[in-house]
């Protein structure tokens, strides 16, 4: 059983949540990323942070609208994301989702949220540091896997490390692609491309993303982005490789080896 | 004394130099059309940047072959230019070789020095044509450099050899002079380059000879001049304007997008009932986003006027690799190109925008080239002097869909769900938690 409090019901006992988790659209509706949602929680409960979700308050943070073009909605999402965020005082929130992340911690302050925002692969690493996390390797000790890096995590906002580093716990053999990092090659969902069809080309990128992921011959391509998982499956798919490869996000990699 | 030289050199050098500074007031006057916008905080990390980047070179070695060449000419091409501090004080006083007697030995130094740099670069430039002619490097082959950019960039590598051959000949016959004249030839500099090119001219009579150096003196320095003109119709301004260029970059985290504060004040009316405008506050913009160079800050404009056409962020754009019409360089060459002809617009017209039914949008960059972009920030990152075309993509992005609310469908319909029911996807709020249970 998962347990998630909402701040609506902590609030009424007159408790205080040390994080707000948002989850993110993706995260509460995409069948794929609910996974990924699920697997946060499971590590959160085994740890004793005390954690709770907005649940029915929370509300799209607008970052399609804004990557769109529609400054207006976006604008609109903020303010009344802020107003509920302010009613409950929360001061630090942890997400899933690398364009959640990006726009809370990033562009909600000049409109007046100002938190403190971080990525759940940086949250677990931090427990894992301050040892209120363990990580068991055995499970994917010596398998190969491959990282690829989020725009809005990386390039966006400089996190290369954490998820880095949390693979490595794994006693898995992290291996690079010939993109990574600062200059890691783009999954194709961002800029609300996600929410529309490519435009006419001749290829598509989350095919190009995919067979620089498979030319590191991995067993896992690890991603820390809800819609970055959901295009490399896609490109798994499409290469046919699906039961030789698996696309997992670090949160499942961690409840999976942790028996979650 | 014979005063003829000196007259038409102080004339040519007034008229290049006249003509120079024409043409970076017209550059300066249509950046300036741009919107404003502040850059003038955190002064120190401005500066270093600028050192970094522009000074500095160091983006440029993340390739390093074509880092490494790229260096030996920037450096070259700084040192060989104090020589021409004393080519421009002997055009103008009618003197030979006037530092030599000042520095002794040194200029022997200097001189040699400058040799083996105009060496390196033509070795570099060498490499460069290659790269892009023989090679084909596919970043210079797409299809936004047709035309005029191929050109431009061929030309430029043309205008260095043949300057760096020029000064290495003249130094050559300068060498032999020295030993038949030493009366007009003051003894000076050491040649260990053009040393080699002396036997072409060694037989020559002395009357030819003082021909041949004198001629290869003005057409070197001529050549300068015309190159320093040819910048500003040139990719090639980016020599100069890398250095302001880095300097008011962008400083946020790549993944700040501007927020529009303009329209704050709406937002805040319609969410809360209790808002009041604040005193002194503007009314919301007449335009949102860009459509035209006008609507763009000066910085955006600026960065087109930087971009040297290298390609590194269309070569990394994931639209772009996958075969889809935007390129971003194409996006700062449009800009300028718009900016240029927004500009003759001014020349002709005393200063006055006279309307020519053309813009920015639709008639350089198409929406499609707009739409295809992921933001995933790649071009901003592998640009060497911090061009952010991805702000410009964005801006017309607003454009599109605030005042002419022609988003591809599916992103209407994203836009709509967001709107009614607070999720990109038509799912109910009330249904946030389900996870919990499933």
């Known amino acids: 059983m998962l347990n998630v409090p909402t701040l609506a019901q902590i609030n009424a006992e007159g408790k205080k949540a040390d994080i707000l988790f948002w989850v993110g659209c993706a995260g509460s509706f995409d069948d794929r990323a609910k996974k990924i949602t699920k697997a946060f929680v499971k590590i959160l409960n085994q740890t004793d942070i005390s954690f709770a979700v907005l649940g029915t308050e929370e509300s799209c943070t607008g970052d399609p609208a804004k990557r769109s073009g529609n400054e207006f909605l976006f604008q609109m999402q903020a303010v009344q994301n802020i107003t509920t965020l302010d009613s409950y005082a929360v001061t630090k929130i942890v997400t899933t989702c690398p364009h959640c992340f990006n726009t809370l911690k990033n562009e909600y302050p000049d409109l007046g949220g100002n938190y403190e925002v971080i990525h759940h692969t940086q949250l677990l690493k931090q427990l894992l540091n301050d040892n209120k996390l363990r990580i068991e390797g055995g499970k994917f000790k010596g398998k190969r896997i491959t990282y690829h890096d989020p725009c809005y995590l990386g390039r966006a906002n400089q996190v290369y490390e954490a998820p880095r580093e949390l693979i490595k716990k794994l006693d898995a053999e992290l291996l690079e692609m010939k993109s990574c990092k600062s200059k890691g090659l783009c999954c194709g969902a961002g800029g609300a491309q996600m929410f529309k069809d490519a435009e006419a080309g001749t290829k598509e990128i989350n095919i190009v993303r995919t067979e620089e992921a498979l030319e590191t011959q991995p067993d896992i391509i690890a991603a820390a982005c809800p819609f970055c998982n959901t295009m490399m499956t896609d490109g798994i798919k499409n290469k046919e490789k699906e039961g030789k490869v698996e696309v997992m996000d670090i949160a499942e990699l961690i409840a999976n080896a942790n028996d979650l | ?438």
């Open chain 2, 1 to 438: 004394m014979n005063y003829i030289p000196n007259i038409i050199f102080l004339i040519l050098i007034s008229f290049s130099v006249g003509f120079f500074i024409r043409n970076v007031k017209r550059i300066r006057r249509n950046i300036s059309l741009g919107k404003s916008i502040n850059r003038n905080d955190k002064r120190g990390i401005r500066w270093k940047n600028m050192i970094r980047l522009a000074l500095g070179q160091s983006k440029m070695v993340s390739r390093p072959i074509s880092g490494f060449l790229h260096v030996i000419v920037y450096v070259g091409f700084v040192i060989i230019n104090i020589e021409l501090l004393e080519i421009i004080i002997d055009g103008l006083t009618g003197e030979h070789r006037i530092f030599a007697p000042i520095l002794g030995s040194l200029y022997n130094v200097l001189i040699g020095t400058f040799e083996i740099f105009a060496f390196l670069v033509l070795v570099a430039v060498i490499f460069f044509w290659t790269r892009r002619n023989i090679i084909k490097i596919n970043r210079f082959w797409k299809a936004e450099m047709k035309g005029w950019p191929k050109l431009d960039g061929d030309i430029i590598l043309y205008f260095e050899v043949v300057l760096m051959f020029l000064f290495l000949a003249m130094n050559a016959t300068d060498s032999i002079l020295q030993e038949l004249d030493p009366e007009h030839y003051v003894k000076a500099g050491s040649f260990p380059i053009s040393q080699f090119l002396v036997p072409l001219f060694e037989n020559l009579s002395k009357n030819n000879l003082y021909l041949m150096e004198r001629s290869f003196w003005w057409f070197h320095i001529i050549g300068i001049f015309i190159f320093l003109n040819y910048l500003y119709y040139s990719k090639h301004l980016h020599i100069l304007l890398a250095f302001p260029n880095t300097y008011f970059a962008n400083l946020n985290l790549k993944g700040k997008f501007s927020v529009d504060s303009n329209i704050n004040n709406e937002v805040q009316m319609m969410m809360n009932p209790n808002f009041t405008i604040p005193e002194g506050n503007i009314a919301p913009p007449e335009k949102f986003g860009a459509s035209d160079v006008f609507d763009l800050n000066w910085v955006q404009l600026m960065n087109a006027y930087s971009c040297t056409e290298c390609g590194r962020c269309s070569s990394v754009c994931p639209a772009n690799i996958t075969g889809k019409k935007l390129s971003p360089r194409k996006i700062m060459m449009d800009t300028r190109d718009r900016l240029e002809e927004v500009g003759k617009n001014l020349n002709k017209n005393n200063g006055v925008f006279e309307k020519d039914q053309k813009q920015l949008l639709n008639d350089y960059i198409t929406p499609e080239e707009l739409w295809a972009c992921t933001s995933c920030n790649a071009c901003v990152d592998a640009c060497p002097i911090e061009i952010d075309p991805l702000s410009i993509i964005m801006d017309m992005r607003q454009y599109l869909v605030m005042e002419q609310s022609a988003a591809p469908v599916e992103l209407n319909s994203m836009m709509g769900n967001i709107e009614n029911n607070g999720a990109p996807w038509p799912f109910s709020n009330q249904d946030r938690l389900q996870w919990v249970d499933e």
